[in-house]
Structures are given as C-alpha cells and as structure tokens.
C-alpha cells in the first residue's frame, strides 16, 4: 500500500481537526505524557497550525505534562525536553502553542504524604490515593485556571478504541451522535474532542516513524520508540516488524508509570529498562522492591490510626496504622542513598522542607532527624540546617523518656502534648491550648485496650 493511501485515515482527522480549529476561539488543552498517542495527537495538532497561514494561528493551544515527581528519570528527561522543544518551535513559527510542565502540590507529593505523614503506599484493588493526588488534582487545577481566563477550553484526547476492548467501551459510551465535542461530564466549561478514536495501533507508529522518526518540533521518535522495547508483544505487533537504529522489534503496549509503584506486583516496564541497558536503574527498582517488602511489616506500621482510632480485625490482630516515625526515617534514609548512587534527583528539596516541617510537628523534639540524615548520606548540610534547634538537647529528651516509662504513660504521648503546647504557646485564648490538649489526651489508642477490658467485664456479669 503506497504511504498516502495508508495515511489518508490521518488527513481525513486533520481536515476535521482544522474545521474543528476554525470554529471558534476556545483554547484546546492536550495532555502530554510523551507516550505514543499523545505524541501522535500532537503531531497531528501541529499539523492542522502549520498548514494555516500565520495570521489563522489565533487559536490558544496548551499542552502540558504532568509530572508527578516519581516518573522514571529516563522518561521524565525524555518529557521535559520535548516540552522544551515544542515551546522553541512554537516560539519560532509563531504556532500559538504553550507547552507546560505542571506538578502535585508539595503537600500532596508522593514523597510527602508516605515519608512525611507515613502514608502506606498504594496497594490493589482499592487503596489507590496517588492517581488523584499526583495527577488528576493538578490537571483539574491548570484545567479550571484556564476555563477562568477564557471561559471555555476543548480537552483533546488521545484515547484510541484500538487500545483495549475497555477503553473502546469507555468512548463508545460517551459519544454522542453528530456531534463532535463532548461535554466534559465533571468539569463545567469543559469539552471533549477525540479525533483519533479509530487509528489501529500499527498506524501509530508507521506515522510516528515517518520522516525517519524526527518530529515537527524535533525529537527523534525512534528513542521514544526504544522507550517502548521489551514490552509485552501479545496484545498486538505491528507491521512494521523493526526499525533501524537498534533491530528493535515494534511493541504497542505500554504504560511507563511511577518507578516507585507498589500497585503491581512486578514492576515489568522499571525491569524492561533494565533488561535492555538501563542498569543505572537497578538501585530504584531494589528500592521498590524493598518499599513493597516493608508494606505489611509490623516492624514498621502503627498499630492506630493518624486520628489515633484502633481497630482490630475478626482474628484478633490490630490493623495497621501508618508507617511509624522511625520506618519514616529509614525510608527517606535509603531513598536519598539511592539518589546519592544514581545521580538522579529522587526527591526535591522543597519535599524536603516539608517533610521536617511534619516530623517538628508529628514529635521529633530534636527537630533536627531529617536534616542529620540528609549530612549523614551527603555529607553536606540543607539550606536550613543551621536554622533547627532541637526544642530539648538529647539529655532532656532521654529524661522525659525514662519518665514516662516509670509512670506508664506512653512517650508518643508525652511529645506530642509538648508539641501540642509549644505550637499553640503564643494562643490569645487559653482554650485553645485546652482543647488541642483535650482532642491528644481523648484519642482511642490510649484508652483502648481499657475500655476493651471493661466491655469484657461487663459482659462476663451479664
């Protein structure tokens, strides 16, 4: 088949896509993962803008790139720097294109919530917090900014019916008949717009690879297409067979993910890298390992709750809480030695900050635990280590603790009232300090297993 009857199914999308552009003002907003399909979208898109004299470029186009601050450090070096290009041709054919790199909250990053508040990691089926936190929260921010500025935004999706027989269900689903923008089903002032829903999957790449390989804004595809290699052949394998530059056989199926996922048993696509030369990422793939390892660990799980609730379970065993302070403190210790190892930055100092800003506040009363990890594995101190004095010197802080063992008093008790009291020391109202007092001393953990001993009293009476 000649190369324009095979890739008339893409002129036919970009036709409609310029029609589409043509129509009206409203900005259109492209999710950028770098992945195949969001690649082909924005190839297309550019596609539709370079064909149109300047003067017609008067369309806003955003595209952006979630980083949620764990992505596979050869994939996030491979996105950013094609953010960077697609802004440096833009900039030079005056496209009217924007490309973005947007991030969690450092009070919601990854790193915050598990070493910081000692959240356990995901776990299947449902205990999934980080999709919303590190991506969607984000993304529905730069989104709902948008909408304020212009009033509308068209949401460009890559999402191709080709990819799973779930996903084709899930488009299939939500279109509605001759219309070719959807309305968003969350987001007011949101639009759908899936042009590419039917290209097969061995026309993605046959597109992509064309011109041998090098995109309009730059980047060789056949790298992204060596960012795929190894991956699982079943679901589909195109035409093409191989390419070139490293006799890699075509593979269509993969999702890169976070290089710290706990979701999933195996982390195939961190051991692919490695299988295929990216041995600098055997540390982070021991790493996860570990961090997986230590999930149901009692060693490093509470037995309460952050609201200081205890449960039990039906055979009589606690239920975890979250990792306690000092699992917390090995986690960051062994995170920031692979960091130290690899080159690559794992975890950014803001995240730093934050998490010794928890731990002041969870009852470190040295305040001083994260920045003499991060000397102990550096050798060199954070910009605000001179800055943290302990609330107590160390002989103190052994004196509250064999204090509270001879009165039977819990010392995680003892420091988080003196915390408690010391952040609150400067209050205008007396009450306040009573009630956070109140709100420690009352917390179920403590009186747990007496009240549990009273209801059994009670009912070997009745």
């Excluded at 041709?89 to 790199?101: C, E, G, L, R, T």
């Excluded at 070719?180 to 969350?186: A, E, K, V």
């Excluded at 039917?198 to 309009?216: A, F, M, Q, R």
Aim: aromatic share 10%; proline share 4%.
């Amino acid at each position: 088949m000649k190369s324009k009857d095979k890739f008339k199914v893409f002129e036919d999308i970009i036709e409609e896509m310029t029609f589409v552009y043509k129509h009206d003002n409203r900005p259109w907003l492209i999710g950028y993962s770098g992945g195949k399909d969001s690649s082909l979208l924005v190839s297309l898109v550019i596609e539709v803008v370079t064909r149109l004299p300047e003067y017609e470029r008067n369309k806003k186009i955003f595209i952006v790139t979630s980083d949620t601050g764990v992505e596979n450090p050869i994939v996030k070096k491979y996105m950013h720097t094609s953010s960077q290009k697609i802004n440096e041709f833009s900039q030079k054919i005056n496209a009217n294109i924007q490309a973005d790199i947007i991030y969690p909250d450092v009070t919601q990053s990854y790193w915050n919530l598990v070493i910081g508040l000692g959240y356990p990691t995901p776990e299947p089926p449902g205990f999934r917090w980080c999709t919303e936190r590190l991506k969607i929260i984000p993304m529905n921010k730069y989104t709902n900014e948008i909408i304020e500025k212009y009033g509308q935004v068209v949401l460009l999706l890559g999402v191709r019916k080709a990819e799973s027989l779930a996903r084709m269900r899930s488009i299939s689903s939500r279109e509605i008949e001759g219309k070719i923008l959807i309305p968003h089903s969350d987001i007011k002032g949101a639009y759908v717009y899936n042009p590419l829903t039917e290209i097969k999957n061995d026309l993605v790449w046959e597109y992509l690879l064309k011109n041998n390989g090098i995109s309009s804004w730059g980047v060789d595809m056949k790298y992204l297409f060596s960012l795929y290699q190894g991956e699982n052949l079943g679901e589909e394998q195109s035409v093409i067979g191989e390419i070139d530059k490293n006799k890699i056989p075509v593979t269509g199926n993969s999702r890169f993910g976070c290089w710290c996922c706990t979701i999933v048993k195996e982390d195939k696509s961190l051991q692919n890298f490695i299988n295929h030369g990216s041995t600098e990422l055997i540390p982070l793939r021991d790493f996860r390992n570990w961090l997986v390892s230590i999930r149901q660990d009692p060693n490093f799980r509470d037995n309460k709750r952050r609201n200081g609730k205890v449960y039990q379970k039906e055979n009589g065993e606690y239920g975890f809480g979250p990792f306690k302070m000092s699992a917390r403190q090995e986690i960051l210790k062994r995170l920031l030695m692979v960091e130290k190892e690899t080159g690559f930055e794992l975890i950014t100092l803001d995240e730093l900050k934050m998490i010794d800003t928890v731990w002041d506040s969870e009852g470190d009363l040295t305040r001083r635990k994260l920045v003499d990890i991060y000397y102990e594995v550096f050798g060199k101190k954070l910009p605000w280590d001179e800055y943290k004095e302990p609330l107590y010197e160390d002989k103190v802080v052994e004196e509250l603790k064999k204090g509270a063992e001879e009165a039977d008093i819990p010392f995680e008790l003892i420091t988080k009232l003196i915390v408690s009291i010391n952040a609150n020391k400067y209050a205008a109202k007396s009450s306040k300090v009573q009630k956070e007092f109140d709100k420690l001393i009352n917390q179920e953990w403590i009186h747990y297993e007496t009240i549990k001993s009273g209801l059994k009293n009670e009912d070997q009476k009745n």
